[in-house]
């Protein structure tokens, strides 16, 4: 933080506000039971194919894979997505925000500049299994939202009420 501005502290506090007022954290507790349900989905499915392929102790096992499997795999395939939806959601609203708030909204693409000097290159897996988008997506997506204030201000509110 000591090398952010003060209008990239802003955006990113904002951006950490926009998840708590949009009920991202609500979303966020069904996402975990939803990947509560395919681990356990997974650790039956391991546990009766290692019990025919290896007894006892094949059914441990595949009880086990399976549920890492299943919780993460299957379940990262439907959550993924959904959180990158969060947080763009969260960067619409903490760049609108903060620039309400009087603070310059050059500060969220400063912000995204830092995030993509650490990301280094994204392969389209890494995209795949990440719940944040690439930051130079999310710097794109900042400036439309700089574009289409009003379109952007008028779907979050709905959202807040």
């Known amino acids: 933080m000591e ?3 003060d209008n990239a502290i802003a955006f990113v506090i904002s951006h950490e ?4 007022l949009l009920g991202h ?9 939803q990947k509560d349900f395919w681990g356990t989905l997974g650790m039956a499915a391991g546990a009766i194919l290692g019990g025919l392929l290896g007894g006892w102790k094949g059914a441990l096992i595949g009880s ?4 890492v499997g299943g919780s993460e795999v299957v379940g990262g395939l439907f959550v993924a997505k ?4 969060q947080e763009r959601e969260a960067d619409a609203f903490g760049v ?5 708030a009087g603070f310059d909204p050059s500060g969220a693409v400063e912000t995204m500049r830092v995030f993509q000097s650490m990301e280094g290159p994204v ?4 995209k795949l299994w990440a719940d944040h988008p690439p930051a130079s997506e999310r710097t794109a997506f900042i ?5 289409n204030r009003e379109e952007y201000w008028s779907r979050l509110i709905s959202r807040l009420n």
Do not use: C, P
């Not at 959904?82 to 939806?85: A, F, I, L, N, Q």
């Open 96 to 100: 609108l925000y903060m620039e309400q």
């Open 17 to 20: 506000l926009g998840h708590i």
């Open 123 to 126: 392969s389209w897996l890494d």
């Open 25 to 33: 954290l609500h979303e966020q507790w069904k996402k975990q039971e």
């Open 82 to 85: 959904y959180s990158r939806e």
């Open 64 to 67: 086990g894979v399976g549920a």
């Open 3 to 5: 090398y952010f501005s």
């Open 143 to 147: 400036y439309r939202v700089l574009k």
